[in-house]
């Protein structure tokens, strides 16, 4: 858990962050969103004391970031930067491998751990390994980014625009490859980026933050549906908001009992993981009314009809 | 391709050895130089120990600019250093500028003759281009690759040993491969301050008008320098293909 109090930073003629409070809970995603300008990358940098804060704390798992060396600090931070920041002349594994050795782990630990990371992040350790950064694509240098800042296990992870570098195809299959991570390692981790369809698609809870200030921190589903301002309220597009609502539930969640409508043979089928967004776009299309869900197994689970999709596309 | 330049080489170094080693063979190639009886080969010394003397000299000089203007060029690359850019620049600058025979001239009532002041004016000479260097190589890593290796928790020693230094190396090696070439030729001068080397063939040719001595001096500081500059060079393509910056 990562409890930031009061966090402000001055320059001579300006206020990056303004004042900042927020606790972001334990094995969970949090976003950071805001334009450029208004401090969220200070904010984060300020997490890993890359940038020490004029005033107010962070504390790690109740311990106070100050209570240690920065560089020791960053140590037990993951930190994974836009455009990746791999080390040139290092090889892969030498790249993965950086956290671990100044830790003084030993080299069959390392080498262990690294091939644990390159087979979590779909690269053949054997085939990537003792390749050097320019040799790989972005995607792929993109991942060895992210498995070089798990390397050393790190119970808190901080992304820096993280996908900023990357073609959309590519983008969403590393957003995808993101939430697999968190979800087995446990990792907490804050995310800052400027785009708020991002920041709904991964965030457990979303900050919005203007001019350094933090003007709201809350689930996605509260962003859309009570804006605390108007700045929110455009950010996350008042014209498509209740689709916007529809794409944060899941089609498992929202699952109906088999009673809940007839479906034809050759009717519409959805995995347990679509978004009710999806469901509703492909239930227009196929001019249905009626979808079964099928589970991991591809075993029917359940059914959704437009009317119960609707029904959540409006606040509670 | 590789293999021409390679064979090249090899016949250049082989080429080099032989005339120092057992220059007496070549006697007939420079006898059309030399007129009235006068000896073709340069007798007053033996050749391989003038042309050791000679790059001895020149290493030990290299040396000291290298630990020299890369310490300064560390120095003024970080926060604190800053503000003693110009300062070095000016230096390093006049070691360049200033003559190196105005050096040697300064130099001898100071140390004496010999190989001392042929070592300052070298040594001076010589920090210029391993100095600019090393500015633009540790001035030119890559901000992100910077802003990582803090985010991973590296200190300023851990930096600059294991990621700013390794990627300005081919940099800093083109520096010294410079500074090196222009000094093999720089330290003929020394034998006019009885510094042991290959200028005491090209002076005691001008002395007594015999273009034979003049031409096989200069023709062995010649080759020296093309070999090192290639081998140096070689060494920056190896650091090169692995240090590689996208």
């Not at chain 1, 200070?42 to 940038?51: F, G, K, V």
């Not at chain 1, 390692?185 to 981790?189: A, E």
């Not at chain 2, 690759?145 to 020693?157: D, P």
């Given at each position: 858990m990562i409890v930031i109090e009061s966090l402000t930073k001055r320059y001579e003629s300006m206020t990056a962050v303004d004042d900042v409070s927020m606790v972001v809970e334990r094995n969970s995603i949090t976003v950071v969103v805001g334009t450029s300008g208004s401090g969220k990358s200070?904010?984060?940098?300020?997490?890993?004391?890359?940038?020490e804060p004029t005033s107010g704390r962070v504390l790690i798992d109740g311990r106070d970031t100050e209570s240690e060396a920065g560089h020791v600090l960053r140590r037990r931070i993951g930190y994974v930067i836009q455009g990746h920041g791999l080390f040139p002349h290092r090889?892969?594994?030498?790249?993965?491998?950086?956290?671990?050795?100044?830790?003084?782990?030993?080299?069959?630990?390392?080498r262990t751990r690294t091939a644990q990371l390159l087979g979590a992040l779909q690269l053949d350790p054997g085939q990537y390994s003792e390749k050097y950064p320019h040799q790989l694509s972005g995607g792929q240098q993109q991942r060895v980014g992210v498995a070089r800042a798990l390397a050393a296990e790190p119970a808190v992870l901080?992304?820096?625009?993280?996908?900023?570098?990357?073609?959309?195809?590519?983008?969403?299959k590393a957003q995808d490859d993101l939430l697999d991570i968190q979800r087995k390692?446990?990792?907490?981790?804050v995310l800052v980026t400027h785009d708020i369809d991002e920041a709904f698609r991964l965030g457990d809870r979303v900050a919005v933050m203007s001019a350094g200030r933090l003007i709201q921190y809350d689930r996605p589903e509260v962003l859309v549906t009570r804006p605390a301002?108007?700045?929110?309220?455009?950010?996350?597009g008042s014209a498509e908001r209740a689709m916007r609502l529809l794409s944060l539930t899941t089609a498992g969640e929202a699952a109906l009992p088999f009673s809940a409508c007839e479906a034809a043979a050759d009717g519409v089928v959805v995995p347990t993981s679509a978004s009710l967004r999806e469901v509703l776009s492909e239930l227009l299309w196929r001019g249905s009314e009626c979808a079964t869900v099928l589970d991991a197994d591809g075993t029917p689970c359940g059914r959704l009809t437009v009317a119960s999709i609707m029904a959540r596309g409006r606040p509670s | 391709?590789?293999?021409?330049?390679?064979?090249?080489?090899?016949?250049?170094?082989?080429?080099?050895?032989?005339?120092?080693?057992?220059?007496?063979?070549?006697?007939?190639?420079?006898?059309?130089?030399?007129?009235?009886?006068?000896?073709?080969?340069?007798?007053?010394?033996?050749?391989?120990?003038?042309?050791?003397?000679?790059?001895?000299?020149?290493?030990?000089?290299?040396?000291?600019s290298i630990v020299i203007a890369v310490a300064l060029g560390i120095l003024v690359t970080r926060p604190g250093g800053q503000e003693f850019l110009p300062l070095s620049r000016a230096v390093v600058n006049f070691g360049q500028t200033f003559p190196p025979v105005a050096v040697l001239a300064l130099a001898v009532p100071l140390v004496g003759f010999g190989e001392k002041p042929t070592l300052i004016a070298l040594f001076l000479y010589g920090l210029l281009p391993i100095f600019e260097n090393t500015v633009v190589g540790l001035g030119t890593c890559p901000a992100t690759?910077?802003?990582?290796?803090?985010?991973?928790?590296?200190?300023?020693?851990q930096k600059l040993v294991s990621v700013e230094l390794p990627l300005a190396m081919p940099l800093i090696l083109e520096g010294v491969r410079i500074s090196l070439v222009i000094n093999i030729g720089t330290a003929t001068l020394g034998s006019t301050v009885a510094a042991k080397g290959l200028g005491e063939v090209i002076i005691a040719g001008l002395l007594s008008s015999n273009m034979a001595f003049v031409l096989q001096g200069g023709l062995a500081t010649g080759l020296m320098a093309v070999l090192l500059y290639d081998g140096v060079a070689a060494l920056e393509r190896r650091l090169c293909r692995t240090a590689r910056i996208d």
């Open positions: 200070t904010l984060l940098r300020m997490i890993n004391r890359l940038i090889t892969v594994a030498e790249n993965i491998g950086t956290v671990p050795r100044l830790l003084g782990w030993e080299e069959s630990r390392i901080l992304m820096d625009e993280p996908f900023g570098a990357l073609d959309p195809i590519i983008r969403e390692f446990g990792t907490t981790i301002d108007a700045l929110v309220a455009r950010m996350t | 391709m590789r293999r021409a330049a390679t064979i090249l080489r090899l016949a250049a170094l082989g080429l080099l050895l032989a005339f120092l080693l057992v220059p007496q063979r070549f006697a007939p190639l420079f006898a059309p130089l030399t007129a009235g009886g006068a000896p073709a080969i340069y007798d007053q010394g033996n050749l391989w120990t003038l042309a050791l003397s000679h790059l001895a000299t020149v290493l030990a000089a290299c040396v000291g690759v910077l802003e990582a290796a803090s985010g991973m928790g590296m200190n300023a020693r």
